[in-house]
């Protein structure tokens, strides 16, 4: 089923799991995703930036997630990842996305909070979620830079305002993930996350997803972490992957030949990863 982030959100709070954030830069890699979710038997967040629904087309993309999350039968949210102009967040929100980002955390915290109220008011009337961002996460995204150098920390007393003040439906915040981060691993703030789900009552988003150990994730989950974002990763198997492929390749074999390969290291990467994200501590060991 098509649906919104409040609502796979909800139910991640309810069985104290995490939803899957995961990246598509094309629509080849779109199908194998959600049949990823749907083999693991687990709801997914498929996210683009603007410059991807823009590649791809934001009409056609609602169209081919709805016909793809009801053939499968799999619960998806189609979300727009850190978006900062109001005309981008309203072409998504009136072309059928589901669920958005308004990313206000380079903004002064008043500033940040009008914004933000202004897009949850637009969204919000027409049934789709909302995200906002407190703190800065460092790195890069696509090859773009996000974020500023220096990263601020999401001050539990500022998340209390902001979520009260705007009436957001999810919270991305910094405790010391990076965008981008793929050769390296971060130490993420574990107290700092406990002071702030100990405070706000709107699920908590990891960004910088790919630069988290697995070990860590346990942890997260249990303090309130209920979408977490993983982009670079998938964008990176991907790529390496097509290019063995291509490099590979007679010029007149299908091309389908080659993009399969890297359609499965995407479906693999998702389904281990939302293996994780389901939180079983006890899983039952079957002979």
């Not at 080849?28 to 629904?53: H, V």
Request: proline share 3%; charged share 25%.
């Amino acid at each position: 089923m098509y649906t919104t982030l409040k609502d796979v959100t909800k139910q991640a709070e309810e069985l104290n799991f995490t939803v899957g954030a995961f990246n598509t830069h094309n629509l080849e890699m779109l199908p194998d995703m959600l049949r990823a979710a749907k083999e693991m038997g687990a709801p997914i967040i498929i996210q683009t930036s603007i410059d991807t629904a823009r590649y791809i087309g934001f009409k056609v993309l609602v169209n081919v997630m709805k016909a793809i999350a009801d053939e499968e039968m799999v619960d998806a949210v189609l979300h727009l990842d850190h978006a900062r102009d109001f005309d981008d967040i309203k072409e998504a929100i009136d072309s059928g996305f589901t669920s958005v980002m308004y990313d206000g955390s380079h903004l002064p915290f008043k500033e940040n909070i009008l914004k933000t109220k202004a897009v949850v008011k637009y969204a919000h009337a027409r049934g789709v979620s909302v995200e906002g961002e407190l703190g800065t996460i460092g790195g890069t995204e696509e090859g773009i830079h996000v974020a500023e150098d220096d990263k601020v920390y999401t001050r539990p007393e500022d998340a209390v305002e902001f979520v009260r003040e705007t009436g957001i439906d999810a919270l991305a915040i910094a405790i010391g993930t990076n965008h981008g981060q793929f050769k390296s691993k971060t130490e993420v703030n574990i107290p700092l996350l406990k002071e702030i789900n100990a405070v706000v009552d709107v699920p908590l988003v990891i960004h910088g997803g790919t630069g988290v150990r697995e070990e860590d994730y346990a942890e997260l989950i249990d303090n309130g972490i209920r979408k977490f974002n993983v982009g670079t990763e998938l964008l990176v198997n991907w790529t390496k992957t097509a290019k063995e492929t291509f490099g590979e390749t007679e010029v007149n074999k299908s091309l389908r030949h080659n993009i399969i390969p890297a359609n499965d290291a995407v479906k693999n990467i998702i389904k281990h990863k939302i293996g994780l994200f389901m939180n079983v501590k006890n899983p039952i060991s079957v002979e």
